[in-house]
């Protein structure tokens, strides 16, 4: 078993930034790989976000590259999103998760879930 914790979220404005974490307890952290998915009011939970166990690969959806970037931290059992130029699409709760296997971008790979963060944009 593992529990998952996301923090971070809040309000912010358009071109801001936030750093999301998300602690795990549990299991071995570091036999897990960590993903980000996010849920819009009235839309499906989609990927955001993939980082591989040892930290070593990282893989973002189109919607995020070259503004989110994940690191972890596996002596704290940590994963950060940093969110930079933030955009009022990207409002919605955003889950971390954990997945034994390699890290995957279908939700319904992953083992275990955090109960979610909210992130708001305003343009």
């Known amino acids: 078993q593992v529990q998952l914790v996301e923090s971070g979220g809040g309000l912010v404005q358009a071109g801001d930034s936030l750093r999301l974490s998300c602690v795990a307890s549990g299991r071995t952290f570091s036999d897990y790989a960590i993903g980000w998915f996010r849920q819009a009011p009235g839309k499906e939970r989609e990927f955001a976000a993939v980082?591989?166990?040892?930290?070593?690969?990282?893989y973002y959806s189109d919607s995020v590259k070259g503004r989110f970037t994940l690191s972890r931290d596996n002596a704290k059992n940590t994963v950060y999103l940093q969110m930079n130029s933030l955009k009022p699409e990207d409002t919605a709760v955003y889950y971390c998760?954990?997945?034994?296997?390699?890290?995957?971008?279908?939700?319904?790979?992953?083992?275990?879930w955090g109960q979610g963060t909210q992130v708001t944009v305003s343009s």
């Open positions: 998760a954990a997945d034994r296997g390699s890290g995957r971008v279908y939700d319904y790979a992953y083992d275990y």
């Open positions: 980082i591989s166990r040892s930290g070593s690969g990282t």
